[in-house]
């Protein structure tokens, strides 16, 4: 009996131990697949994010696609001056007004210049330096007379001119928008109109001392015959 009993023992730790390190096999083999199970939700999570990020990323760009396209439309249709500057003063995008006005096909070859390459030196500096001061300060500037040089015709054109920044999504100052409304002819007509009120108060000034000097005459006449 005693070698037998010994055998139950002996086999009774093994199954201990076989039990035991099941359990451990299978606590292991759960913590596993639960880490597998976790990770497998977490990919099907982050690809579902990338999928929504890719699918607002696709949704902005073709906002801005049409946005884009808007705003083309309208500079290309717009008959005034129209500027839109960055930060640094220099031309982001213009009116097909813009680029005629300056000598060149399409307002896509003005981008990245500014006043010093388009106006005299001394203009230029001038709207250089108040364009840098409103991009400064943020305050607009509304209807301001000026006298630019239109390169094709070489003369001298006269603009009422207003300048505003505008904003980024951070509040921040991103640009200036410069429109301009060509006053030529309207300036041109004025100074008609004053030149012919200039020489009509001459006549009238003419004609009343000719006038007087009518009366005058008749008065010594009288004289004479009384």
């Known amino acids: 009996d005693h070698p ?11 199954r201990r131990n076989n039990l035991i390190l099941s359990l451990g096999v299978g606590s292991i ?7 597998i199970s976790r990770q497998r939700k977490m990919q099907e999570s982050h690809v579902k994010q990338l999928e929504i990020e890719r699918e607002q990323r696709f949704q902005l760009s073709a906002t801005l696609s049409t946005e884009r396209n808007k705003l083309s439309t309208l500079l290309a249709n717009w008959p005034n001056p129209v500027f839109i500057l960055d930060t640094y003063a220099n031309i982001m995008d213009a009116s097909s007004t813009v680029a005629h006005f300056f000598g060149v096909s399409k307002p896509e070859l003005l981008r990245g210049r500014n006043s010093l390459d388009l106006q005299e030196p001394e203009l230029a500096n001038k709207i250089l330096e108040e364009n840098q001061r409103i991009l400064k300060t943020g305050e607009s500037l509304v209807n301001k007379e000026m006298t630019m040089l239109n390169r094709i015709t070489g003369t001298w054109q006269q603009f009422l001119i207003t300048k505003a920044p505008f904003y980024d999504q951070h509040g921040q100052i991103a640009g200036l928008v410069v429109i301009g409304q060509d006053v030529t002819a309207q300036k041109q007509a004025e100074d008609a109109l004053r030149s012919a009120n200039q020489k009509l108060n001459e006549g009238f000034a003419d004609l009343e001392q000719k006038t007087q000097g009518v009366d005058l005459f008749t008065q010594m006449m009288d004289l004479l015959s009384a």
Request: proline content about 0%; overall charge positive.
């Open 29 to 35: 083999l759960s913590s596993y697949a639960w880490m």
């Open 4 to 14: 037998a009993k010994k055998h139950r023992e002996a086999f009774d730790l093994i």
